[in-house]
């Protein structure tokens, strides 16, 4: 099965330092992977964007593909001008020349540019690329909604629908578990608070998937979570009868796990641990 990703846009960096420049800012190390899931923090370690970035083969210049949200694209690409100075680098968007697919196997074809596996979790996906001026070449049938259904079936949280802009911390998000940070690799913008936070070894908050025995209103996110009249924490985004929640596993007694309620509703649901979180 195959969808085309219309939320994904492309951004290119190249120039002769694009490696270095990029690094500062990269939760994951970008010298020994291909294709890597990273985030962008702020100088006190908070969540800003989060994105694929690909290394593109070359024996002159470095160059990367950074796919991103198109609702982060614009505000990505100012935050990295920002901090460009002198360096010698370009940076562009260059999304009307390219689509992303997303597909349940890998893609064989000719005109595709890449077809790599998700990073972040072994039951998702690969991500493609091919120019759009090419894109009527592959013979699929495409499908929608094929990259929402792996996305809540296994609790991925990712983008503003997940995280909360310059609030969230991104080691609550299973950013480790979900393979997107280094926490060997040098400093970058926000690793103070990472690296302080592995160190002491206290994260408080986790990803849970909820499963429901109606949908529920979209619009009324973010819905709290109760067990008793104790906010355990959050649903964050849905899709169809499925959730994703950041829940403090502290105010979750064992024995009570799946006796929770949501803020103002008689919804049944099923709370699960993240899957990821086993590996």
């Known amino acids: 099965?195959?969808?085309?990703?219309?939320?994904?846009?492309?951004?290119?960096?190249?120039?002769?330092?694009?490696?270095?420049?990029?690094?500062?800012?990269?939760?994951?190390?970008?010298?020994?992977?291909?294709?890597?899931?990273?985030?962008?923090?702020?100088?006190?370690?908070?969540?800003?964007?989060?994105?694929?970035?690909?290394?593109?083969?070359?024996?002159?210049?470095?160059?990367?593909?950074?796919?991103?949200?198109?609702?982060?694209?614009?505000?990505?690409?100012?935050?990295?001008?920002f901090f460009k100075l002198k360096e010698k680098i370009q940076i562009e968007n260059i999304s009307s020349s390219y689509i992303l697919l997303y597909s349940n196997k890998i893609i064989y074809d000719k005109n595709i540019i890449f077809s790599i596996k998700d990073p972040r979790y072994i039951g998702l996906g690969y991500i493609s690329m091919i120019f759009k001026d090419n894109i009527e070449l592959l013979e699929?049938?495409?499908?929608?909604?094929?990259?929402?259904?792996?996305?809540?079936?296994?609790?991925?949280?990712?983008?503003?629908?997940?995280?909360?802009?310059?609030?969230?911390?991104?080691?609550?998000?299973?950013?480790?578990?979900?393979?997107?940070?280094?926490?060997?690799?040098?400093?970058?913008?926000?690793?103070?608070?990472?690296?302080?936070?592995?160190?002491?070894?206290i994260v408080r908050k986790n990803i849970y998937k909820i499963t429901l025995n109606k949908e529920i209103d979209k619009t009324l996110l973010p819905y709290n979570l109760f067990i008793g009249e104790l906010k355990i924490g959050h649903i964050t985004s849905c899709y169809q009868k499925l959730a994703i929640a950041i829940i403090n596993i502290d105010k979750i007694p064992y024995e009570n796990k799946n006796s929770f309620r949501i803020s103002n509703s008689n919804f049944q649901c099923k709370l699960e641990h993240a899957i990821w979180y086993k590996n």
């Open 1 to 81: 099965m195959y969808e085309i990703l219309n939320n994904l846009e492309v951004i290119k960096i190249s120039g002769e330092n694009c490696l270095n420049f990029l690094q500062r800012f990269t939760t994951n190390d970008l010298k020994n992977q291909n294709f890597s899931y990273n985030y962008f923090l702020d100088s006190k370690g908070r969540y800003l964007y989060d994105s694929f970035l690909y290394r593109i083969p070359s024996d002159k210049n470095e160059k990367f593909i950074i796919l991103i949200n198109k609702s982060q694209i614009n505000d990505l690409i100012e935050h990295l001008k």
């Open 140 to 201: 699929f049938n495409f499908t929608k909604n094929l990259y929402l259904k792996d996305k809540y079936n296994f609790a991925i949280p990712d983008g503003f629908s997940d995280l909360i802009h310059k609030k969230s911390i991104i080691l609550e998000y299973g950013a480790l578990q979900l393979n997107a940070l280094n926490r060997n690799k040098g400093c970058y913008l926000g690793q103070e608070l990472i690296s302080r936070t592995l160190n002491q070894g």
